[in-house]
T-cell receptor, first 114, second 115 residues
Framework: AQTVTQSQPEMSVQEAETVTLSCTYDTSESNYYLFWYKQPPSRQMILVIRQEAYKQQNATENRFSVNFQKAAKSFSLKISDSQLGDTAMYFCAFMIDSGYALNFGKGTSLLVTP | DTAVSQTPKYLVTQMGNDKSIKCEQNLGHDTMYWYKQDSKKFLKIMFS???????INETVPNRFSPKSPDKAHLNLHINSLELGDSAVYFCASSHGGTGATGELFFGEGSRLTVL
């Protein structure tokens, strides 16, 4: 079974600062995908960034980037120049290649303060 | 056009009642899902359907019965509602199996409150 662990239930960061959210996972599979989803108070689930395990290069999407350490089974999310609109729950998620379900971590609640 | 739409968005009902939540996707995906998000925000897979066939059924009580009349629809019927069923239920879709990229597209969620 695949498990995803987010060890930080809550985090806070000031506007314009950088914050890193942690995620570790456990799997015996070699091909898989990792994701960060954002859930603002509107409760809509929004894809922030994705990473294919076979790619060594870390994914980036504007202010969002990941640090993917396959050997350590670690997949952290860095948010640069934090904005008030980044306030949300952030979920790390995992899916095996050719899989049929996305497994989520328990989430990290991020608060961006002025 | 909403990619994944689910109705109703809010549902308040009494214990013991039966209710349904409907989901439709217009993305041409072959796989659809139901997830339950509890009061602690934990998202747990309930069901996964690929081409109308049940793929995943994650230890969900048999009071929950999904139905997929076609690839674009996955409805959730719940019998004899209990207090513990109160949650937000998310429908999602994706390309599944071979060719899967893992990205799920979610509906806006349906908040079910059982009194």
């Amino acid at each position: 079974a695949q498990t995803v662990t987010q060890s930080q239930p809550e985090m806070s960061v000031q506007e314009a600062e950088t914050v890193t959210l942690s995620c570790t996972y456990d799997t015996s599979e070699s091909n898989y995908y990792l994701f960060w989803y954002k859930q603002p108070p509107s409760r809509q689930m929004i894809l922030v960034i994705r990473q294919e395990a076979y790619k060594q290069q870390n994914a980036t999407e504007n202010r969002f980037s990941v640090n993917f350490q396959k050997a350590a089974k670690s997949f952290s999310l860095k948010i640069s120049d934090s904005q008030l609109g980044d306030t949300a729950m952030y979920f790390c998620a995992f899916m095996i290649d050719s899989g049929y379900a996305l497994n989520f971590g328990k989430g990290t609640s991020l608060l961006v303060t002025p | 056009d909403t990619a994944v739409s689910q109705t109703p968005k809010y549902l308040v009902t009494q214990m013991g009642n039966d209710k349904s939540i409907k989901c439709e996707q217009n993305l041409g995906h072959d796989t659809m899902y139901w997830y339950k998000q509890d009061s602690k925000k934990f998202l747990k897979i309930m069901f996964s359907y690929n081409n109308k066939e049940l793929i995943i059924n994650e230890t969900v009580p048999n009071r929950f019965s999904p139905k997929s009349p076609d690839k674009a629809h996955l409805n959730l019927h719940i019998n004899s509602l209990e207090l513990g069923d109160s949650a937000v239920y998310f429908c999602a879709s994706s390309h599944g199996g071979t060719g899967a990229t893992g990205e799920l597209f979610f509906g806006e969620g349906s908040r079910l409150t059982v009194l």
